[in-house]
């Protein structure tokens, strides 16, 4: 978005106003594409992608970790190339249980002993994945499980 004629999937929209928190992982691409999940309600946690205007790259930081019900949860765009990203992705961010990372747009879940990077795929371009998705993450004794959510 706001590319085209893209909206976010009805089934998007009602997930993320139910949530606690919305996560986004970059690729935002305007203010008003983020002013716009603002206004559904939950707080939004975001990081700048490499097609965000220069509005949001200015706005947006490269990383944050969010508190989620104890759990931390690093937020990145681009967890670079697949061979070693788990590793490289729990040297980077030692603090925190799992990373969600975006950039492919192309869903990814991977996990070994108590870490997890999760790409949550894209409610509105999946490129060379099946179908649109999201994920969602729930936290249970701050412990946090993904699972991804098919959307279209």
Known sequence: MPRGNR???PACVENLTSADAIL???DIAELSVLEALEALGPPVHAVRGNVDSPELQARLPLTTIVDAAGARIALIHDAGPSIGRLDRMRRRFPEAQAVVFGHSHIPLHEQREGFAIFNPGS???RRRAPQHTMGLATVHHACVTFELV???
Do not use: Q
């Open 7 to 9: 909206v976010l999937p």
């Open 24 to 26: 986004h992982a970059g």
């Open 123 to 125: 409610p509105t371009e």
């Open 150 to 152: 098919p959307v279209s």
